[in-house]
């Protein structure tokens, strides 16, 4: 981290202001120039508060070199982390360091038959694993809010049926009691700031599909897998959905440079999630493709038998037809990256 | 909410999906033009999920003509609402029908002496409230997280010394036990949409201060307020504290047009929070006064006796002596807009 | 187009604003319902502007139905528009319709030697055009301009030592009579709507390579084209490069879905810049990547072949090696979804 | 400017660097840390492109202490700048230091009688300046682009009957022929940007009326009126009229914060159009009051005798029975903070 100090501060007040920082475990280089002194500070700097910094009269810019996450960081773990998922049947599916993971399912689980249907036709078309809600995060109190612990039953049931991984969303610290056999637990882009949520998790030992939320920053959404991987669980996923930006034609504007991104400052997996970030069905394809193009480790897709039908969200629901000409595109573009399905 | 059929739908189809809407509680009135057939949806539609309707492959487009919102809606009371908060000495501090709320105080509870001194000061200068973080949302999990009960402890300490109400934050449901003493409970911004913590607002009895989320409209704001309303609190206040934008000269962009925005669409009190705004002690004073000139119910200052040792934000407070100066402005904006602090 | 008028609005009043629209020529479809009259509007609405409509005290809502684009608008043109320049030594190079338009080239063409040796090693690489600043539009009046016609005489010799057609930006009307021997005349992200320009050259017969502007909506940038095109110039290349959002780990944020949904609207050509969108060399392969596998026309690719002496842009400058092994991905990719280069 | 060297660079390299920047006429300050090694650039550094910088392979970081604006920057002028504007029938109107401007009249010119009466009232009502558009840019080629030299013919005319200096949009450079009897020469938000008119702009004489672009930064408004500066022109009025961000309730997001930001850093006068930003007739009083609150040097407000057959965005235009009551407040506001109308 680097201090610009204000032109003109008496030297004694900078060198006690120097000493005060060295209390907060860094050492100082400072470095005096005719115009501009500049304190550097060396060590670990993850503690220290850039905008506490900032508030002092004698500072005038602050720039951190280091990054403020470090479990997170690519730097301290160069290589590339796999996630891997016991099967029922035994042995493991991963996503993560070449391998692809590829989750579909419904919005929200509605019915026995249905999420058992959806679930036979993804695992057919190859997905690794089914997603479906059952406790669902609606921006209205009369809208349907899903299926709850009834939902998680049947989401159960057709992991029974198909061997498939489950992945569902978790709204609350309460919940994580009936979560036992979720094996990936999602947490929406509203919940990835929750502290509280996002401290418990880290000392919970499932994996976490940690989604970006609509107006995260990359160094925020880091910061959100740092604070999991702080209480001692490292098994995250991330997943670009989309943000939210002036342009309104998609639901949000599905932010791609955010996967080289990613991949650059952490080992973490990152997946893409074209469904919520367009929130259009016809879209769906083109923005997987480019995902996996991009170097992403996997998309979650929402799959329906019958979008016109679905209690939520059907318009980004793509049907089984549509899913499986998607995955045979997936998997020749994942092989011509060198990586699999 | 209105409609619009595709071109070329045929007849019969679109008589079966209007069919299938009034099962959900709406009357269709059905219009027929030339190249355009248009359904009228007459009744209650808050409960009619437009994103579903958008899925439809008949429909083409979707308005809606009433808001998605009925307890907090002007519509269904048009009068102000206000919210009363009893005193330690009796009587009552009032926000909203022409009583601003003032609330000052520091970001965190520090210490014994610094939230009591300040509390004083601020008291001194006019303020109704005082406000103090003991429980911190921050985005690092390696940042001071606030001292947590001991913190409300203090603040209560604070209460008893001045009088004045609390203001302090809630992170999570299970923090409600220790609350009890607590006049106003602060949802922040990162909470706006945590749907499991405003349900349980619902069930409690305290005013709730609902601060807008930073990536949401004015729309979502006046949901998350009708979540809580749902459920049986309707003593809310909602807070504009800057929205996320590509502007980054202030930490985020305030929106003062939310406040006649939302005066029209509510009868909840709205305040304005300019130091989180801006993050700029220097410009809070200005964008105070602007709050109140365009109408708003009060506003939520940070000031801290030392803001260039305080243990978060430092750079967003005002000193005593500042809030001070201000006060005697707002009072006079106050006055000549036939409103009382 | 289809108006809701307001709930209790004198019947009287109503027709006599119905009246006063079909004066527009348009035919108007009156529905009364129980509780709403919606009026529907019949015929070429394009000339009618919404924001009049939403002031009369009469409206409550108004949709538009019709896009506000004719000549741009797939509807009217369900065919691909295919661009095609001629070469200096006969035949053609053609955009759309199946064939990826490759541009590369520095930001700033700076020497002889410098656009000559980069025109040779893009050309090498296969690439179709050479790119090349004359005049730059820079934030800074103190930042190099450009090389102004001295500048466009290089890229000519460029061009005639390889054989490749030239794209440059144009700033202003007056620098038409010097792009003579332009091929394909650049407007940039800032003069999108630069309405007089866009007029003028409507009268040209230049393809136009039209690129969006940073907060520019899909719509807005069809209008830009249309403005174009009414003026009877058909040939434009759309190209994306990034919109302004909260996001400011890349200088833009590239928006990939833009592509499906251009070429849902509209058959013009559309690309891709990868390096002005992020900003960032080592995340312009990836996106590359992504363009061509969402669906691009092609890209336009800042090389440089000594990037850290660039006079602009060097940090998004990708070197000719690194070009050369994008372009065999991307010969692949094309190859792979039935296109070619 | 300050420049964080990458870890491990070899000493000789950096030297190098060093020598080859102190040739762009700034002296380099080196500082050597254990683990830092960081340059600080003393002297004019508004030349050196920081862009280019940060492609350098051995640079990490760079931080810009100083403005990259001069001529604009209070820094070198202190003092508020005055624009002053000859009266026809002799005198002066100013704006700024302590004088506010109201600029109020139609958007669009639509003719004489029009325009007259519009002048009559805004000028009964206590406006400084009558605005009014005679070429105007529209987002559609087939909506009204204004009556042209007509447009500005009546405008005159209008003076001519009330002796209000006028205001009107400039488009391109070949109009500036027929603006000779013009007062105030505004360029539109989407102009902001177009360098070769600022650059005209800066050869010409009158006073300049320069409208922030929808995504622009302070810092690229500021670099906008350098532009026109460096050229010899230092009569330029900002005017915030609201940014584009995801909420879409307004128009466009009115950005009140870049008052006290714009008055921190530039003598120039900054005002206020609450028309434009928000688009919405009824909230433009109370936005032009939280204007003067916020400190601007005056507002531009739309006003049309008959909004709703406005010719263009008549939704946004206040009658003039609004303006004057509108004027009588603002009349108090500005007395109370010392200033005069």
Same mark, same amino acid.
């Given at each position: 981290?680097?201090?610009?100090?204000?032109?003109?501060?008496?030297?004694?007040?900078?060198?006690?202001?120097?000493?005060?920082?060295?209390?907060?475990?860094?050492?100082?280089?400072?470095?005096?120039?005719?115009?501009?002194?500049?304190?550097?500070?060396?060590?670990?700097?993850?503690?220290?508060?850039?905008?506490?910094?900032?508030?002092?009269?004698?500072?005038?810019?602050?720039?951190?070199?280091?990054?403020?996450?470090?479990?997170?960081?690519?730097?301290?773990?160069?290589?590339?982390?796999?996630?891997?998922?016991?099967?029922?049947?035994?042995?493991?599916?991963?996503?993560?360091?070449?391998?692809?993971?590829?989750?579909?399912?419904?919005?929200?689980?509605?019915?026995?038959?249905?999420?058992?249907?959806?679930?036979?036709?993804?695992?057919?078309?190859?997905?690794?694993?089914?997603?479906?809600?059952?406790?669902?995060?609606?921006?209205?109190?009369?809208?349907?809010?899903?299926?709850?612990?009834?939902?998680?039953?049947?989401?159960?049931?057709?992991?029974?049926?198909?061997?498939?991984?489950?992945?569902?969303?978790?709204?609350?610290?309460?919940?994580?009691?009936?979560?036992?056999?979720?094996?990936?637990?999602?947490?929406?882009?509203?919940?990835?700031?929750?502290?509280?949520?996002?401290?418990?998790?880290?000392?919970?030992?499932?994996?976490?599909?940690?989604?970006? %939320? @609509? #107006?995260?920053?990359?160094?925020?959404?880091?910061? +959100? *897998?740092?604070?999991?991987? /702080?209480? =001692?669980?490292?098994?995250?996923?991330?997943?670009?959905?989309?943000?939210?930006?002036?342009?309104?034609?998609?639901?949000?504007?599905?932010?791609?440079?955010?996967?080289?991104?990613?991949?650059?400052?952490?080992?973490?997996?990152?997946?893409?999630?074209?469904?919520?970030?367009? %929130? @259009? #069905?016809?879209?769906?394809?083109?923005?997987?493709? +480019? *995902?996996?193009?991009?170097? /992403?480790? =996997?998309?979650?897709?929402?799959?329906?038998?019958?979008?016109?039908?679905?209690?939520?969200?059907?318009?980004?629901?793509?049907?089984?037809?549509?899913?499986?000409?998607?995955?045979?595109?997936?998997?020749?573009?994942?092989?011509?990256?060198?990586?699999?399905?």
């Amino acid at each position: 981290m680097i201090i610009a100090i204000k032109h003109g501060a008496p030297k004694g007040e900078v060198e006690r202001f120097a000493a005060a920082l060295e209390k907060q475990g860094v050492k100082i280089h400072f470095s005096e120039g005719a115009s501009q002194t500049v304190l550097g500070l060396v060590g670990d700097t993850t503690g220290i508060d850039e905008e506490s910094l900032m508030a002092h009269h004698l500072v005038e810019k602050v720039i951190r070199v280091q990054e403020p996450y470090k479990r997170a960081n690519r730097l301290f773990h160069p290589g590339d982390t796999r996630i891997d998922i016991p099967l029922p049947e035994g042995g493991l599916r991963s996503i993560g360091e070449g391998k692809l993971g590829i989750i579909a399912g419904p919005c929200s689980v509605e019915s026995r038959d249905q999420i058992v249907s959806v679930a036979k036709a993804v695992k057919e078309a190859g997905a690794g694993f089914l997603r479906g809600g059952a406790f669902k995060p609606r921006t209205s109190p009369y809208s349907f809010q899903g299926l709850g612990c009834n939902g998680l039953d049947l989401l159960l049931a057709a992991k029974k049926e198909t061997g498939l991984p489950i992945v569902t969303e978790l709204m609350a610290i309460h919940q994580l009691e009936v979560f036992d056999e979720v094996d990936i637990i999602q947490i929406g882009a509203r919940n990835m700031q929750n502290f509280t949520l996002l401290k418990e998790l880290g000392r919970c030992r499932k994996p976490v599909l940690l989604k970006r %939320g @609509l #107006a995260s920053t990359i160094t925020e959404l880091l910061m +959100a *897998a740092e604070y999991i991987m /702080a209480g =001692g669980n490292s098994r995250i996923i991330l997943c670009e959905r989309g943000i939210r930006t002036f342009d309104s034609y998609t639901r949000n504007t599905l932010d791609l440079s955010a996967i080289p991104a990613l991949k650059r400052h952490t080992h973490l997996p990152v997946i893409v999630d074209p469904s919520h970030a367009t %929130g @259009l #069905a016809w879209m769906v394809p083109s923005m997987a493709k +480019a *995902a996996i193009a991009a170097g /992403a480790d =996997g998309v979650i897709v929402e799959v329906h038998n019958n979008p016109e039908e679905a209690l939520c969200d059907g318009e980004q629901s793509i049907t089984p037809d549509t899913f499986s000409t998607l995955m045979e595109t997936l998997k020749k573009y994942a092989e011509f990256e060198g990586r699999s399905i």
